[in-house]
DNA sequence: AGTGAACGTGTAGCTTATACACAATTTAAA
DNA sequence: TTTAAATTGTGTATAAGCTACACGTTCACT
């Protein structure tokens, strides 16, 4: 055949049946960050071919509604949440990737507050798992996950994202124990605190750290007014290089 | 409806067969380098929407076709070349976003040397555009071109992929107004000699230009055995800082 | 009162990025 | 054959940013 793409969908179901036997999904790599630990959240897989398999969370795209809205509406389903931060990653779209037939999936990964939805949690079969401890998922959910960790790593430097996964307020010993559980690295103390007072990202919030057995640490939050409305491109780009 | 994809596409099918009332396709962004601009290769759309628009190259995916290999399989049938530089960046998913119907297309960008296909250029519709003359193009694809352009702009810093866009051998001036091409922006040229010697991407081939109304410079071809094989990712990873 | 644990702070050395000018080579035109 | 136009090839000084590193302070706990 020639250019598919510039017949009409009427001509195609009229051709050919099978472009319309495939589906698109969404599939959301949903991070967390508790006990000094990354997490995702997975649920565990009811097809018989991935038996006691845990996988990402997704859904099917249905017909009338957008892409985006999918991956929008899976975080609110398994988490109760919505304005939270979501990005799409990557497609994988191999004939053979879903057991069940021609499904090929987007997916987005999202950065939530682990503590905002204990409730929901609690009626479902989801479970966070640590990301360093997952070795294999269902379908090829490990690759995507592996794709959406990277895709992380590589945008939290520039972009200041990692604060949808803290609590509003946080010591810099939090901050920078995402950061290090992030990338898989260590870091160096004053360093870290020096790059960031110089980023002004942190607002100091005069409080300090309750509950902790040694001496608590000033806490912070996210100086989000620098990067809201119209500015927010500017400043990004400010800090680029 | 509860998590579609835990069914198999069986039962999908006689659930709703509207969830295969929507097709998947492909849309390459070819970039080449020519006259000291970049350019992107369109066809003529013959939609009757679009009529006299421009639109980049694309196709449906087949119900048995990696998606990787149909975008591979646009641009063999477009530009005859196969073994090229291509890339995944975004899949676009409004609903409304084609005329015809509900079509999720998954845009790619790719990286050719635009003299070795002006064979295959003679027997098609297809025409180079400046990227930069461009303001209006078919469908959604004036966004599927920012959004790959802006892509290609965050990778040529750290990763040697404009060499897919020159000949085999250049000079460090053709290299120089690529990149200022690609940014949109005058660069210093001592500082950019030296950085490139520094990074060692660069073979100096012992040879002059021809055929320039000036004194000639040097000729350089891109240094591929550090990038091959298993020291790829290393040698990469080692230039991002 | 003493111990354990993490807090808060500054500097020196190194690397990297930037700004910037002039003599040499080639072609083309007078 | 001289001259003008265009572009090549080259180095240094300054600024900015990154890295490595140590010690006194504060609080909880016993």
Redesign the interface.
């Known amino acids: 055949m020639g250019?598919?793409?510039?017949?009409?969908?009427?001509q195609?179901k009229s051709d050919n049946r099978?472009?319309?036997?495939?589906?698109?999904?969404v599939d959301c790599v949903i991070f967390g960050f508790d006990d000094n630990e990354l997490k995702v959240l997975l649920i565990k897989?009811?097809?018989e071919e991935f038996h006691d398999e845990w996988s990402l969370l997704?859904?099917?795209?249905m017909?009338?509604?957008?892409?985006?809205s999918?991956s929008y509406r899976v975080l609110k389903d398994r988490t109760g949440l919505d304005d939270v931060f979501l990005e799409?990653v990557?497609?994988?779209?191999?004939?053979n990737r879903?057991p069940?037939?021609?499904?090929?999936t987007?997916a987005w990964y999202s950065l939530i507050n682990i503590k905002d939805h204990q409730l929901s949690l609690a009626h479902n079969e989801l479970h966070w798992h640590p990301v360093n401890e997952i070795s294999t998922l269902a379908f090829d959910h490990k690759k995507i996950l592996d794709t959406c960790l990277k895709q992380l790593q590589s945008k939290i430097d520039e972009h200041p994202i990692v604060f949808n996964l803290l609590p509003e307020k946080f010591s810099l010993r939090e901050l920078q124990s995402l950061y290090e559980s992030i990338h898989g690295t260590k870091l160096d103390r004053r360093n870290f605190r020096k790059k960031f007072f110089l980023m002004d990202w942190l607002i100091d919030v005069n409080e300090l750290e309750q509950d902790v057995p040694h001496r608590p640490g000033k806490l912070y939050r996210f100086n989000a007014d620098r990067f809201s409305d119209g500015k927010k491109e500017n400043v990004q780009e400010a800090q680029l290089h």
């Open positions: 250019n598919a793409l510039q017949k009409t969908i009427q195609l099978e472009f319309f036997h495939m589906a698109l999904s897989s009811d097809l997704g859904d099917l795209v017909p009338n509604e957008n892409l985006d999918a799409q990557y497609t994988f779209g191999d004939v879903h069940a037939g021609r499904v090929i987007t």
